[in-house]
């Protein structure tokens, strides 16, 4: 039997990467919410690619004989010092050694700042989310879903109160953003500066009651990344993500 090799991904392993991790993600027991959220093959690369040049992100793969049996990445920040991972995605193989082969690779790639790494899985993909829990990440004790957004269900600016933020109420939602999402990855200056990033309010005069933060990829696909409505108005507290999985980086040998 051929020897497995994990190794680093390279630039030009990309192209047939992500043709694997589209086809990979399909079924929900394999899907990582961080390596695919429906975008094409060619959209997913481009996506990649981006992040690597930006030194934002790492992916290992196995692979035997030439043939591609798995494969993990991570998106990274060095500020923040932390990590957001995709996968493991194994499908062929001893599904258990492959995918600690994959993490530990990928532990040594990662830059030594990198103190934090989260993973969010759907809720059938179980293997993955065991491996995790058996790696020492902790599960959030509540889950959140993924919900999605069909062209008939598009909510024109204005309908329903809603409209982009104005320069009234940019304070009144940095306050309510940061109560909400005081631990999030992006800050509320930072969610206001990018134009990747749209923000939309429910407003009464610089009173704002709600937001909501959506993030677009070339004008095919978006989604809404932070929802917040003022506590006083919501018998539920909004919070981060809770499909969250956690740990401290654990050292790993060169």
């Known amino acids: ?110 830059p030594a700042s990198i103190g ?36 008939g269900d598009r909510v024109v600016e204005g309908e329903r109160g809603c409209m982009p933020v104005g320069r009234q109420q940019e304070d009144a939602f940095k306050r309510l953003y940061d109560a909400l999402f005081s631990k999030a990855y992006y800050s509320a200056d930072r969610v206001l500066q990018m134009d990747s990033h749209h923000v939309l309010v429910l407003a009464e005069g610089a009173r704002v009651l709600g937001f909501a933060v959506a993030s677009t990829e070339d004008g095919e696909a978006g989604e809404v990344q932070f929802l917040g409505v003022a506590e006083e108005l919501s018998l539920i507290h909004i919070s981060e993500p809770t499909r969250l999985k956690t740990r401290s980086r654990m050292p790993s040998s060169a």
């Open 116 to 151: 934090q790494l989260d993973a969010f899985l759907n809720i059938e993909n179980r293997r993955a989310r065991s491996f995790y829990a058996q790696q020492g990440f902790v599960e959030r004790e509540h889950l959140n879903h993924e919900f999605w957004l069909l062209p």
């Open 1 to 110: 039997m051929e020897k497995t090799i994990v190794r680093l991904a390279q630039r030009d392993d990309y192209v047939d990467l992500a043709v694997w991790l589209v086809g990979v993600s399909q079924a929900a027991e394999q899907h990582c919410l961080h390596t695919w959220s429906g975008q094409s093959a060619e959209a997913l690369r481009q996506q990649l690619l981006g992040y690597l040049d930006d030194s934002e992100l790492w992916y290992v793969m196995a692979e035997q004989g030439g043939r591609l049996l798995g494969a993990m990445g991570a998106e990274y920040d060095e500020s923040l010092g932390r990590g957001w991972l995709h996968g493991p995605h194994v499908t062929a193989g001893d599904w258990d050694a492959m995918t600690a082969a994959l993490f530990e690779r990928m532990l040594q790639a990662l």
